[in-house]
T-cell receptor, first 111, second 110 residues
Framework: GENVEQHPSTLSVQEGDSAVIKCTYS??????FPWYKQELGKRPQLIID?????GEKKDQRIAVTLNKTAKHFSLHITETQPEDSAVYFC??????????FGSGTRLSIRP | NAGVTQTPKFQVLKTGQSMTLQCAQD?????MSWYRQDPGMGLRLIHY???????DQGEVPNGYNVSRSTTEDFPLRLLSAAPSQTSVYFC?????????FGPGTRLTVT
């Protein structure tokens, strides 16, 4: 079955700098890759997703890139702000049905 | 719309007890899933369903049962609780895309 590896497990960046979180997946049939943000004590919420027919997607300060050949995908957050502090999860799925998550990255923004 | 609701919010069980975690959604989503969240281990898929009457196992199904008799409801049953099942449980629903998570149930097994 699908396995998703996520790195790093913790990340601390200076406010205003960029943050990059990387994930790899094992099943080449996976074609849907969402990213979720979970604030302390709250439920995960979708921040961006990408499908396998697209190499990159942007939404304001957030972008996701996908390399199908290498089975890698990454989340890029630019101009980080204090409210970006949270745990971020990547996930992979075949046809967006059975969705498998990575182990999460705790992002801290230093003032 | 209430979205995805879960009950109870908190539960303490003794080893060997059984219980059912309730999950309901009012968005007419075909897909529903149960995850458990443990520190440092992310969200692990327990069981999922692609429609009423259809369920399948996820990554960590042992010790849990599910059923899906209606589109709206997807209960998770713990057959004989064990301390290893202490966790936060999230139910989610979606329609081939963005998952909407419930508020979670914090379960402690002593």
């Amino acid at each position: 079955g699908e396995n998703v590896e996520q790195h790093p497990s913790t990340l601390s960046v200076q406010e205003g700098d960029s943050a990059v979180i990387k994930c790899t997946y094992s099943d080449s049939a996976s074609n849907y890759f969402p990213w979720y943000k979970q604030e302390l004590g709250k439920r995960p919420q979708l921040i961006i997703d990408i499908r396998s027919n697209v190499g990159e997607k942007k939404d304001q300060r957030i972008a996701v890139t996908l390399n199908k050949t290498a089975k890698h995908f990454s989340l890029h957050i630019t101009e980080t702000q204090p409210e970006d502090s949270a745990v971020y999860f990547c996930a992979a799925s075949i046809s967006a049905s059975k969705i498998i998550f990575g182990s999460g990255t705790r992002l801290s923004i230093r003032p | 719309n209430a979205g995805v609701t879960q009950t109870p919010k908190f539960q303490v069980l003794k080893t060997g007890q059984s219980m059912t975690l309730q999950c309901a959604q009012d968005m007419n989503h075909e897909y529903m899933s149960w995850y458990r969240q443990d520190p440092g281990m992310g969200l692990r898929l327990i069981h999922y369903s692609v429609g009423a009457g259809i369920t399948d196992q996820g990554e960590v199904p042992n010790g849990y049962n599910v059923s899906r008799s209606t589109t709206e409801d997807f209960p998770l049953r713990l057959l004989s609780a064990a301390p290893s099942q202490t966790s936060v449980y999230f139910c989610a629903s979606h329609l081939l895309g963005e998952q909407y998570f419930g508020p979670g149930t914090r379960l402690t097994v002593t």
